[in-house]
């Protein structure tokens, strides 16, 4: 029997025991893999729910260096906001996830959506992104906008949008060629 195969068994003797703490410990995070981050996220968690979601999320990302960003939709699903943020931040998300997000929480969580906008703008401005099209870019622009005047910091936004192109190679870039003019590239 293949290692990875007996962990799962092995959680559940020691859950079955009465020790959810060992369990969580040794086999929480390997035991429980599925085929999404959302998906192994909810696992653990349901499997252990007196463990905080934050600490579960921790203890995952933990468990995968350098795909931080990959945990964005399972913390935002999570109501882990300034998480999901700080996730999408340190390494790349999929910009159409993050345009998505911005969309969804313009209204109930503009806060929220503007990061997640600006998140999905700068993936993009540095060539992240699968099959992106001039619609994904203006979407991005568009929700990061709207949700950043539902907060009530529409300048503030546009100055930290314009910033982002800074770099010569941004300006002359897929993006700026879609909405430099809005941005004020001219």
Not at 18 to 45: D, H, K, L, Q
Not at 121 to 140: C, M, S
Not at 153 to 172: H, M, Y
Request: proline share 6%.
């Amino acid at each position: 029997m293949a290692r990875s195969s007996v962990r799962g068994p092995c959680e559940q003797i020691l859950l079955a025991s009465g020790e959810p703490e060992e369990a969580y410990a040794r086999y929480a995070i390997s035991a429980n893999r599925a085929a999404t981050y959302v998906g192994w996220f909810r696992a653990v968690a349901k499997k252990y729910p007196d463990k905080p979601p934050g600490l579960v999320l921790t203890d995952l990302v933990r468990h995968t260096p350098g795909e931080e960003g990959k945990w964005f939709a399972a913390a935002k699903d999570a109501k882990l906001f300034d998480e999901a943020v700080a996730l999408a931040n340190a390494t790349p998300c999929d910009p159409k996830m993050l345009t998505r997000a911005a969309r969804d929480f313009a209204q109930t969580n503009p806060a929220f959506a503007v990061e997640a906008g600006l998140g999905a703008l700068r993936w993009l401005i540095h060539g992240y992104g699968y099959e992106v099209a001039p619609l994904d870019v203006r979407a991005a622009y568009s929700h990061t906008l709207t949700a950043a005047a539902n907060a009530g910091v529409d300048d503030a936004v546009r100055i930290r949008i314009r910033a982002l192109f800074d770099d010569p190679a941004a300006r002359s870039g897929f993006v700026a060629s879609v909405i430099g003019k809005e941005v004020g590239l001219d």
